[in-house]
């Protein structure tokens, strides 16, 4: 024995505990470990050991990387209780639990509920600081591992989540500071939601969700999947939920860092700089600020009016939407009617606070399951690898909504029937060809009036273009296009007429040379044409429809001189076993508007037949209606026509008569039936035609709407405005809304 081993003898002697050996990475009882000594992991990936923050006095018991030369902090023991000075000792007791004290005071413990057996504390390559009994090799069984207890950097394989056996919550903490390793406000953790998400919180207010695992990436970053770098993993089953990533290969340093900054950040060390670079960092842009908009708001960050409301959705305040504030989120254009949804794509679906989820149902399954509770706003796919698989269904209002430029995840939103039956026209049923404005544009030279008519490509058009001093708005405009493709009829084109070589109807009308030219013959045929017309939309077409502004300005004539109804702005469609509707906001134009739809409101296909009737008597009369002046009395044409002894002076004789005045006289007559006061006494369109064919024989009329005998002053109380007297304000144009 020399002297060295002795003095070591004497040492082991005189110091309670044995202190371990440099490098060494592990402790064992009774060993510990005091501030300047260090554990390293056998691969020499990390480092334990005592620390500091820039110079400070205080002591903390932490993890780093051994290689990189950048102090790394990837854990702490102590980060609330820091140690004064170097006298902290980190010791291995019997029962397996680290303690760590500074003279004797505890100043932090593991606590491990397993029994301990011959306990070690190891540090291994994975960064995990784990106690464990001799000779264990499975984690269940560790009686205690740093990797439940994250710090403010996620490590490879390292589990965020839950363990829901235990309850035990793995989440990633920020530090308050760079200088102050105690848990700071900011954490990234997964809500353990009917359908899990990560969320990046400050306290318990959310800054940022990555959007819910669909099987093949997070919802909201569909970029970030398994690359050369490392790969994803999401864990969903009876005992645990977590997400991980893992290396793909071991050699690259790659952390996941959460800061007080409210950022989750992804580093990866590079040699060449001697640096950590950053591959990602979280919230991405300005759209993934959580609750940077209200309810059914998607956002998106390419666009310059970043945030929009979903389709079928407008802002809830126009006015704080237009100055950027979004906060209150868009309301639907229509009210629920609990049936339909609409598919909408690329979305970073919406906050899953309030989800359902049964991942062994397919989407049909699930829409029938959302469709049938009425208070579901959205169903998809929980898992979209292949053909999608899974349900997953979202109550309440849809709230933090991202659209993704590609990839995201399909979302079918609860629509009422009535939006959708609008985009379901426009969109799928019928191809109606479409031009763009500037092509448009072009092809009329600027909507020149010079080409009224302009010449396109595709052959001669007409455009109707939505005017700026119209009083026609712009959801009339809209449920024209609708109807128009509805109605499938190749003769009703409208927004782009099929070019009506001889223009409308009221050119040729009013006007006593024009009317000549044309002759009697072809004035009634134009009527046959404007009843069959009728007769289709009335009765023939798919749809019932009530065109509801039906006037000579309104019936368009192409070069035969076939007559074609046109401006469907107000029409409505009926269902077809519905007679009548009720309307409170008059629209149609004055002279041509029944007067149970005036007075009442109430509009059916007998307040299109009064229209024609209307039509039908200026056509052969060559005078307008509302325009009709005689100097005797204060009546329109129909009070005039109804109190002429003698019809036939109605007729305009300078249109040539090789047509039988009795047969004129008949059309006048059916005039009349259509025009009487009561909706029940009109004829229908299909009684029309038959008349008008000589095919039936005519009752009686009774006396027209727009005439009560004598009493006019009744007639001056049923209108708004003056309506049976002449007035010098032409408004055959103009829809005019009740006051
Ligand atoms: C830390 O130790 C120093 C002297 O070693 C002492 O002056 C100081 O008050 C101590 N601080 C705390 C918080 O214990
Ligand atoms: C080991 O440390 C733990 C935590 O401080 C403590 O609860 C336990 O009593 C200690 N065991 C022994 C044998 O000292
Ligand atoms: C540690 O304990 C000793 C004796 O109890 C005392 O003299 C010394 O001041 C203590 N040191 C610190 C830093 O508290
Ligand atoms: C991504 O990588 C992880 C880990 O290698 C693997 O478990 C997972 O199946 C991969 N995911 C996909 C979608 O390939
Ligand atoms: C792993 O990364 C190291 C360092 O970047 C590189 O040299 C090595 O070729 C990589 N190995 C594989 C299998 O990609
Ligand atoms: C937080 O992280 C960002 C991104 O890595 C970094 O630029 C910033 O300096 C960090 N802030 C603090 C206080 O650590
Ligand atoms: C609809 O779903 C909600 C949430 O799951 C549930 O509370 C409610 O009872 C359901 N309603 C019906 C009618 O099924
Ligand atoms: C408009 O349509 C024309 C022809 O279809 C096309 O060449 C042009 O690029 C379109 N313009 C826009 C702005 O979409
Ligand atoms: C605009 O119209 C003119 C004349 O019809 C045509 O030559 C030109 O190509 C058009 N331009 C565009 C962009 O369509
Ligand atoms: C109607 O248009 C055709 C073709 O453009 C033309 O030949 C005819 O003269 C026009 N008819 C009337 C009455 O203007
Ligand atoms: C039209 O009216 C006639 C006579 O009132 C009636 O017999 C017929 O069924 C009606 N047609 C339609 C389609 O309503």
Same mark, same amino acid.
């Not at 190891?122 to 269940?140: A, F, M, Y």
């Not at 939601?193 to 969320?199: A, G, L």
């Not at 390419?302 to 006015?319: I, N, R």
């Given at each position: ?8 003898? #004497? ?65 702490? $023991?102590?980060? &609330? ?39 070690? +504390? ?125 290396? +793909?290969?071991?050699? &690259? ?10 950022? $989750? ?38 666009? /310059? ?7 079928? #959705?407008?802002?809830?305040? +126009? ?149 700026? /001093? ?100 107000? $029409? ?8 009548? $509707? ?65 019809? /036939? ?88 809304? +009740?006051?």
């Amino acid at each position: 024995m020399n002297i060295l081993t002795y003095v070591i003898l #004497f040492a082991c002697i005189l110091v309670p505990s044995i202190k371990i050996s440099v490098a060494d990475d592990s402790i064992n009882v009774p060993q510990s470990m005091s501030d300047g000594e260090t554990l390293v992991s056998k691969g020499g990936n990390f480092e334990l050991g005592f620390f500091s923050t820039s110079d400070s006095q205080k002591r903390y018991v932490g993890i780093w990387f051994k290689k990189v030369p950048v102090q790394t902090i990837v854990w702490v $023991a102590n980060g &609330v209780n820091p140690i004064n000075g170097s006298s902290g000792i980190l010791t291995l007791n019997t029962t397996g639990n680290l303690v760590l004290t500074q003279n004797g005071s505890l100043v932090w413990r593991t606590i491990s509920r397993k029994l301990a057996q011959n306990p070690v +504390a190891v540090l291994l390559d994975s960064g995990n600081l784990v106690i464990r009994n001799e000779g264990e090799t499975n984690p269940e069984e560790y009686l205690w591992q740093s990797f439940d207890h994250p710090s403010n950097t996620l490590l490879p394989g390292m589990k965020v989540g839950w363990n829901l056996r235990t309850g035990l919550e793995r989440k990633i903490t920020s530090w308050k500071s760079p200088d102050d390793p105690s848990p700071g406000d900011i954490s990234w953790s997964l809500k353990p939601y009917n359908y899990p998400e990560f969320y990046l919180m400050q306290g318990t207010k959310k800054l940022y969700r990555q959007g819910p695992w669909n099987g093949l990436f997070y919802s909201g970053i569909p970029d970030l999947q398994n690359n050369t770098i490392f790969g994803i993993t999401f864990v969903h089953d009876n005992d645990e939920i977590f997400g991980r990533f893992t290396l +793909a290969n071991t050699s &690259v340093l790659c952390i996941n860092v959460i800061n007080q900054t409210g950022r $989750a950040t992804n580093l990866v060390w590079v040699e060449g700089d001697r640096n950590w670079r950053i591959y990602m960092s979280l919230p991405k842009d300005f759209c993934d600020s959580y609750g940077i908009f209200g309810a059914y708001g998607k956002c998106m960050s390419t666009l /310059t009016q970043v945030c929009q409301c979903l389709k079928g #959705f407008s802002p809830k305040s +126009a006015l704080a939407w237009s100055s950027s504030d979004w906060s209150q989120g868009c309301v639907r254009n229509k009210p629920l009617s609990c049936k339909g949804e609409e598919k909408d794509g690329f979305f970073k679906v919406p906050d899953t606070a309030h989800t359902w989820l049964d991942a062994s149902i397919g989407l049909e399954e699930c829409r029938e399951k959302c469709l049938n509770n009425c208070s579901c706003m959205a169903y998809a796919n929980s898992d979209i690898r292949g053909a999608g698989s899974g349900c997953v269904l979202w109550f309440e209002d849809l709230i933090d909504l991202k659209q993704i430029q590609t990839g995201g995840q399909d979302l079918y939103i609860r629509m009422s029937a009535s939006e959708l039956e609008k985009d379901k026209i426009k969109n799928d049923e019928i191809s109606v060809p479409t031009f763009n404005f500037s092509y448009i544009s072009n092809a009329t030279n600027h909507f020149s009036q010079n080409n009224k008519l302009g010449q396109g490509g595709f052959g001669a058009i007409a455009v109707k273009r939505h005017s700026q /001093t119209s009083t026609q708005g712009l959801d009339e405009l809209k449920n024209e296009v609708m109807l128009i493709a509805k109605l499938q009829h190749r003769n009703l084109k409208l927004l782009i007429y099929e070019f009506m070589t001889n223009g409308s109807l009221d050119f040729f009308i009013f006007d006593s040379s024009r009317r000549a030219l044309l002759g009697w013959t072809k004035l009634l045929e134009i009527i046959g044409g404007i009843a069959r017309g009728l007769l289709y939309l009335h009765h023939d077409s798919r749809l019932k429809i009530i065109q509801r502004d039906l006037k000579a300005s309104n019936i368009l004539l192409d070069s035969n001189m076939i007559p074609k109804i046109s401006d469907f702005g107000i $029409a409505r469609t009926f269902g077809l076993d519905q007679d009548e $509707a009720n309307t409170n906001r008059l629209m149609g134009t004055y002279g041509y508007m029944a007067l149970e739809y005036v007075v009442h409101g109430y509009f059916s296909v007998k307040s299109d037949v009064f229209a024609f009737g209307v039509i039908v008597l200026e056509i052969i009369s060559g005078r307008k209606n509302r325009g009709f002046c005689d100097p005797y009395h204060h009546l329109n044409l129909l009070g005039h026509t109804w109190i002429e002894k003698n019809p /036939t002076e109605l007729m305009d004789d300078l249109v040539d008569g090789f047509v039988d005045p009795s047969n004129i006289l008949r059309y006048i007559h059916i005039a009349l039936l259509c025009v009487q006061e009561r909706p029940e006494d009109k004829p229908n369109m299909s009684s029309v035609v038959l008349m008008l064919n000589g095919e039936k024989i005519l009752s009686e009329p009774s006396q027209p709407g727009f005439y009560t005998g004598k009493d006019h002053s009744t007639i001056t109380n049923y209108f708004p405005i003056n309506f049976y007297v002449n007035s010098p304000n032409e408004m055959s144009n103009s829809m005019l809304e +009740a006051r």
